[in-house]
């Protein structure tokens, strides 16, 4: 498995951040902190997203580091064929275009061919569009998944947790900030900063 390039985690032992960095040093010190703290549980996540990360902290730092997954490398391109080389079929293998199967009503498939460049170019130019133009509401929207998703890990058992997550998917930072203000600081504050707020 592997990481992408620039991966930052953020680890709390129970409700009070730890360690926050480069995936490698949030590991260290995760396993620097449980080595010293036994009986205090430890959650790591990804500190965008907020998925949870599973470290298995058994045996020295180096061990432990040694398992985590390694940094993805970067996408080579793809080589020109050598002479004699048996060319490739339709596509475009260097800009990374990939074949999949797309099911359109008869209709659609009418109106794709006769657009300039056909079916292919036409779908690209559409999805193209609809990222620009969905590109802040979906930002928005994973903001507010990942919030929600730290939030039930960590505080889903707090005071005001259902009104603070009706405030989050509302887009209502004022009656978020209110509604977790007596939570725990690092939790809010890292709460507040995936929800797009500030404390």
Not at 4 to 19: K, S
Not at 150 to 174: Q, T, Y
Request: hydrophobic share 45%.
């Amino acid at each position: 498995m592997n990481l992408p390039a620039a991966t930052t985690w953020i680890a709390f032992a129970e409700q009070c951040c730890v360690a926050r960095g480069e995936a490698r040093d949030v590991a260290a010190a995760v396993k620097a902190f449980v080595d010293g703290h036994p009986q205090v549980p430890v959650a790591v996540f990804d500190a965008v997203s907020s998925q949870p990360v599973e470290l298995d902290l058994r045996g020295s730092v180096a061990a432990v580091l040694k398992r985590l997954p390694t940094p993805a490398p970067a996408a080579p391109s793809a080589p020109d064929p050598s002479p004699g080389e048996t060319p490739r079929g339709p596509g475009r293998p260097k800009l990374g275009v990939v074949a999949r199967e797309v099911t359109l009503l008869p209709r659609h498939w009418d109106w794709l061919a006769s657009q300039p460049g056909g079916a292919s170019v036409a779908l690209r130019k559409l999805v193209e569009s609809a990222q620009r133009a969905r590109a802040a509401s979906d930002r928005q929207r994973e903001a507010a998944e990942s919030a929600y998703r730290f939030m039930h890990a960590l505080a889903g058992n707090a005071a005001g947790f259902e009104e603070a997550s009706r405030a989050l998917f509302a887009g209502d930072l004022v009656r978020l900030q209110a509604q977790v203000a007596a939570w725990p600081r690092d939790v809010r504050m890292h709460l507040l900063e995936l929800a797009g707020g500030s404390t």
